[in-house]
């Protein structure tokens, strides 16, 4: 292992060890002085104590407005045989052929490589001979809008994980001293090694606790944050729908809200980027397809996407929309609105995404948002 890789682990087993210990209940304490008898405790052999837990080795690769994950998770002893190996392989890792399609990569031999599921772009399967049940591994590749600010996305992700693994959130500070950087051919990706107790749920689903996107933000009042949206000098404004409330806007966002209807939630975000950025951007099926598999929408061929595309205009100017809703029987079904058009060399992209059943009730609410844009 690195000197990098094992420096960064001993802090987060660390950080486990101390937010284990301190929340453990303390009753009926008191306090007596005594003579010691025994000698000190031992240090706390914090490498040893790291292999009885389970990682999760997990890389984040931006690629124009999406980044890919690339997530192995498993027992301790099982993640240090193939954290070389994990490593290596994202090396391989290049550039998409196609705009819109995944990066490529190399598999290693003896590697197997499955097709496109519920959440995830391909799972890789890494043979593991050393485990006791001759069981594999397997690394979960998945892709999400990168529509935020990286640091906040990154804190994000990586407290998405860690709650899987039974911690508590870190500050943006601390998990930049757990991060590294590995070169691959379609730029640097961050990667991150963390310790815990493993929820097996969420294995299964490289987004699991992903509620935690679609966040409620109540510490401004709607009135003071609509107004610091729709500013004289904000680049668009819009009639905002009555039962939207502010959400969280960035450098990136220009416009943002939550919606709640019970245990339902959605988030509206408002983009834009450079058109100059090429058909990865511009390219309206290619968007499409992204946006189905971030739904769950697999099964469908680029006919059957087109079809569901319609014209719609923003402001004066032609631009795209579609409605897609993912299968029902998902663990958690979700769906997006999303539209897009071209105004002064920029694309700007209106997506509603969230829950499903919030997503369908949505609809005429997103259209009359739409239709109310205007540009400044």
């Known amino acids: ?170 500050a943006g500070t601390t998990i930049k001293k757990l991060i590294d950087e590995v070169a691959t051919a379609a730029g640097p990706a961050t990667v991150i090694e963390l310790v815990g107790v493993s929820k097996d749920s969420s294995r299964g689903n490289p987004h699991a606790g992903m509620t935690a996107t679609i966040p409620l933000q109540t510490s401004q009042p709607p009135s003071q944050q609509s107004a610091s949206q729709q500013s004289s000098d904000a680049p668009l404004v819009f009639d905002t729908p009555a039962a939207w409330q502010p959400g969280r806007i960035s450098t990136m966002r220009k416009a943002a809200f939550n919606v709640v209807d019970g245990d339902q939630q959605a988030e509206v975000t408002v983009i834009d980027l450079p058109e100059a950025g090429g058909a990865q951007i511009t390219d309206v099926a290619a968007n499409v397809q992204r946006w189905a598999r971030q739904v769950g929408l697999t099964g469908l061929d680029d006919g059957a996407l087109e079809k569901l595309v319609q014209e719609t205009t923003i402001d004066g100017a032609t631009g795209s929309y579609v409605a897609l809703l993912g299968p029902e029987e998902a663990e958690r079904p979700v769906g997006m609105l999303a539209a897009m058009v071209v105004r002064d060399e920029k694309v700007w992209f209106f997506k509603l995404f969230g829950d499903r059943s919030l997503v369908e009730k949505q609809q005429d609410a997103f259209q009359t948002f739409l239709h109310s844009v205007r540009f400044q």
Request: charged letters at 20%.
């Open 1 to 170: 292992m690195s000197s990098k890789f094992s420096n960064v682990l001993i802090l987060s087993l660390a950080l486990w060890l101390s937010i284990s210990v301190g929340c453990q209940r303390r009753e009926g304490v008191s306090t007596y002085t005594t003579k010691q008898e025994s000698a000190s405790r031992s240090p706390t052999d914090f490498p040893a104590l790291a292999r009885q837990l389970d990682h999760t080795l997990a890389a984040i690769l931006p690629q124009g407005d999406r980044a890919w994950f690339f997530k192995m998770a498993g027992p301790a002893p099982a993640v240090e045989r193939r954290r070389e190996d994990f490593l290596a392989f994202l090396k391989t890792v290049a550039p998409a052929a196609t705009a819109g399609a995944p990066p490529t990569w190399q598999l290693p031999e003896g590697w197997e490589e499955k097709g496109a599921s519920q959440m995830r772009v391909a799972t890789l399967v890494v043979p593991d001979d050393g485990a006791a049940d001759g069981g594999p591994l397997e690394i979960a590749v998945s892709s999400l809008p990168l529509t935020d600010d990286w640091d906040d996305f990154l804190q994000r992700n990586v407290n998405r994980w860690l709650g899987q693994l039974g911690q508590g959130p870190l």
